[in-house]
């Protein structure tokens, strides 16, 4: 059965930290694998990963994925209040238009 | 551009209930699915529409349908709510459903079910 598993489930840091998220997953002909950033209630996206090894930043986060290992990971350099949110990693295989998500990563940033 | 819209964004039922909740992707995208998402189970997938015809469903009971109009908005209903269908009701839109894009998320249905 395909699945995502996100850890940790929840992380609390100081401002200035930095966090490491990951995300393995077991998809059958994986496609590609996202990072979402759900802070009320909409996710919203983060990156886009397909290819091993080829790291995709933006801004302060960055992310990579190693199609070996089947995992990405998640990194947010010099934490900030505002990154505070759940973080969500979703994964396409067989069913191009099918996505698994994981449960998540609540993380908590405080001043 | 408008993003995805999902009305009504907050609903209370009680059991034995049905309900609708409307779904308008971003104009131009013709692919539209749906997701669950509860506190322990995270995000699971409903069902994805693409040119008024379901494509792929997950492992949701018959009571879960839906369908998708002309101009590509789309409705979900549940029909004899229980309990455990409380949950927020995401729906996310692509332009194809292909596997290289994106799903941009609307804002979902906070469903209670009393």
């Known amino acids: 059965e395909d699945k995502v598993v996100q850890s940790p489930l929840s992380l609390v840091v100081h401002e200035g930290d930095t966090v490491t998220l990951n995300c393995s997953y077991e998809?059958?002909?994986?496609?590609?694998l996202l990072w979402y950033k759900q802070e009320k209630k909409a996710p919203t996206f983060l990156f886009m990963l397909?290819?091993?090894?080829i790291e995709k930043k933006s801004g302060r986060l960055s992310s990579i994925l190693d199609k070996k290992e089947l995992f990405s990971i998640l990194n947010i350099t010099a934490t900030q209040t505002g990154d505070s949110a759940v973080y969500l990693c979703a994964v396409v295989g067989t069913d191009f238009n099918k996505f698994y998500f994981g449960s998540g990563t609540k993380l908590n940033v405080k001043p | 551009k408008a993003g995805v819209t999902q009305t009504p964004r907050y609903l209370i039922k009680t059991r034995g209930q049905q309900v609708t909740l409307s779904c308008s992707p971003i104009?131009?995208?013709?692919?539209v699915s749906w997701y669950q998402q509860t506190p322990g189970q995270g995000l699971q997938f409903l069902f994805e529409?693409?040119?008024?015809?379901?494509?792929n469903k997950g492992n949701f009971p018959g009571r879960f349908s839906g369908r998708q109009f002309s101009n590509s908005r789309s409705e979900m209903n549940v029909s004899t709510l229980e309990l455990g269908d409380s949950a927020l009701y995401l729906c996310?839109?692509?332009?194809?459903?292909?596997?290289?894009?994106?799903?941009?998320f609307g804002s979902g249905t906070q469903l209670s079910v009393l």
């Open positions: 996310a839109s692509s332009l194809a459903g292909s596997s290289n894009e994106k799903l941009f």
């Open positions: 397909t290819s091993s090894g």
């Open positions: 104009s131009g995208h013709r692919s």
């Open positions: 998809v059958t002909n994986f496609r590609s």
């Open positions: 529409y693409f040119s008024e015809t379901q494509r």
